[in-house]
Each structure stands twice: as C-alpha cells, then as structure tokens.
C-alpha cells in the first residue's frame, strides 16, 4: 500500500465523529476545522495540498493546493502523526448533523468522486483532487454538484453528509434521479450527468429546482436526505426578522417560545 494504514472507530448517531487510531510515524490529514482532540506524542503540522507527494517540487505542490481553491476549499491541510510509541488517537468532527462514511479506497478501485465539501479526513497518502464533469450539461447545472471532489488512493478516507445517509447499488443500466444537493458520492463506473426536470408548471411552481442529477449504474452511489444548503435555508427562514420577532409570533406555540426564552 502507498497509504498509511490507520484504524477507527465512529462514535455518536446524529453529531458524529471519528476515532482515528495511529501507529508510531503514522499520519492522518484532515481538513481545517475538523480537529476535535488528539493524545501527547501527536504532532500537528499545516501542510500545502494534500501531502500525498511528499517528493513532488513547490510548484507541483503549489498546483496541487491551488485546484482546492476551486472547489471553496482551503490552500492548506493539517497533518497529524504520532511521534512517540505505542497507539495514540485523534479525534474529527462532523461540522453539521448527519453521518461520517468510512470509504477504503482500495474496495472503490482507487478512486471516489464526492461534493465539494464532503471530505472529512484520511489516511495520509490519499490524493485530494478536483473531478470536472464531462459534459456541459453537468458543468453548467449541476448546482452543489458542479465542480467535485475526487479522493485517489489505496488507504482509507473518512467523508460525511447531512441526515440520513442512502447507500445505493445500481446494477449494469440501472438509472436513479436525485436532487442535486442530496447527492453525496458515487464510484467512478458510475455515469453522472443533469437532466431538466421538464414541464412549466414543475419549473415554476415544483419548488425542487429545475434539474436533476442522472446516475447510471454501475455501482455505488451515496444519498443524504438533507443537504447543509437545505438546512441553511430553513435557519435563515425562521430567524427573527427586522423588528426582533421570530417567524409565527402569532400563534400560541410562537407565543411560549418568546416566553421560554425570557421575550416576554
């Protein structure tokens, strides 16, 4: 293997995280933010890129960091290795409520395509990259979907999504619709593209957008059922507005809770 081997653990059901345990000299990298805790004799270091060619130049590297810029992403990561001995262990955390996925690259054929800001953490090793879509349509209208993340390696990587995650099979031809933002990942054989929803009355008055993402099989595909957009929405739709009154402050269950929360 090219990539460190690490074991772990998921704890939790709704507000995951993950329990990464690391032999001496091991390392896992993780995205900014993500760091919850990590035991004495780990090391903490922000590297440029990924840091899965230790050996490649600076502009190499520059490159590499460079093409995260383009999915929202950071120029930097932090690796984490343990210098001491014995086993140590660090800890990620999911930003959001939802599921962390545990994906061994060498079981996807090396290679997982995911959104934007799916990735969590993994094995130092795997390649972080950018996945341009094929087809215009996809570029042009997949919404979340268009420009994705694609995770090479041999090792494992850690990615997680919002609610309840849907693992879907999809035979030889097998076709799925999902919306765009509730897609998740799928596995290279997987073929990706965005379909108009259709109709004038479904574009204007459906309330789900104008297109669908269009999977065809084979392979595997991951679904969540809420999108962190989706949940922005709805935070942002029930915040108090201009005059400091929350959204239903005129029914009695809008009334208890302006009084629970001492507006009264």
């Given at each position: 293997m090219n990539n460190h081997e690490i074991d772990y653990k998921i704890i939790g059901e709704e507000m995951q995280c993950v329990e990464i345990e690391l032999d001496p000299n091991e390392t896992v990298i993780a995205e900014a933010g993500s760091f919850m805790l990590m035991d004495s004799d780990i090391e903490m270091n922000t590297?440029?890129?990924?840091?899965?060619?230790?050996?490649?130049?600076?502009?190499?590297?520059?490159?590499?960091?460079?093409?995260?810029?383009?999915?929202?992403?950071?120029?930097?990561?932090?690796?984490?290795?343990?210098?001491?001995?014995?086993?140590?262990?660090?800890?990620?955390?999911?930003?959001?409520?939802?599921?962390?996925?545990?994906?061994?690259?060498?079981?996807?054929?090396?290679?997982?395509?995911?959104?934007?800001?799916?990735?969590?953490?993994?094995?130092?090793?795997?390649?972080?990259?950018?996945?341009?879509?094929?087809?215009?349509?996809?570029?042009?209208?997949?919404?979340?979907?268009?420009?994705?993340?694609?995770?090479?390696?041999?090792?494992?990587?850690?990615?997680?999504?919002?609610?309840?995650?849907?693992?879907?099979?999809?035979?030889?031809?097998?076709?799925?619709?999902?919306?765009?933002?509730?897609?998740?990942?799928?596995?290279?054989t997987v073929d990706y593209d965005i379909e108009f929803i259709g109709g004038i009355k479904n574009s204007l008055f459906g309330g789900e957008g104008l297109f669908f993402a269009t999977l065809r099989g084979p392979g595997t595909v991951w679904i969540q059922s809420l999108p962190f957009s989706r949940l922005a929405d709805k935070i942002i739709a029930a915040a108090p507005k201009s005059g400091g009154k929350r959204k239903g402050e005129g029914s009695v269950l809008g009334g208890l809770g302006d009084l629970m929360d001492g507006d009264n």
């Amino acid at each position: 293997m090219n990539n460190h081997e690490i074991d772990y653990k998921i704890i939790g059901e709704e507000m995951q995280c993950v329990e990464i345990e690391l032999d001496p000299n091991e390392t896992v990298i993780a995205e900014a933010g993500s760091f919850m805790l990590m035991d004495s004799d780990i090391e903490m270091n922000t590297i440029f890129g990924d840091g899965s060619k230790e050996s490649e130049g600076i502009m190499s590297k520059i490159f590499s960091a460079g093409k995260r810029v383009l999915t929202g992403e950071s120029l930097f990561m932090t690796a984490y290795t343990h210098r001491g001995a014995g086993k140590k262990h660090a800890m990620f955390a999911s930003p959001y409520p939802g599921k962390i996925i545990p994906i061994d690259l060498s079981e996807r054929d090396g290679k997982l395509i995911c959104q934007k800001d799916a990735f969590l953490c993994a094995a130092q090793g795997v390649s972080i990259g950018i996945e341009f879509q094929r087809k215009l349509g996809a570029g042009f209208f997949g919404g979340e979907g268009f420009i994705m993340q694609k995770l090479e390696g041999d090792g494992m990587a850690f990615i997680h999504a919002g609610g309840t995650i849907i693992e879907r099979t999809l035979g030889p031809g097998d076709v799925v619709k999902v919306d765009t933002g509730c897609l998740v990942a799928f596995e290279q054989t997987v073929d990706y593209d965005i379909e108009f929803i259709g109709g004038i009355k479904n574009s204007l008055f459906g309330g789900e957008g104008l297109f669908f993402a269009t999977l065809r099989g084979p392979g595997t595909v991951w679904i969540q059922s809420l999108p962190f957009s989706r949940l922005a929405d709805k935070i942002i739709a029930a915040a108090p507005k201009s005059g400091g009154k929350r959204k239903g402050e005129g029914s009695v269950l809008g009334g208890l809770g302006d009084l629970m929360d001492g507006d009264n």
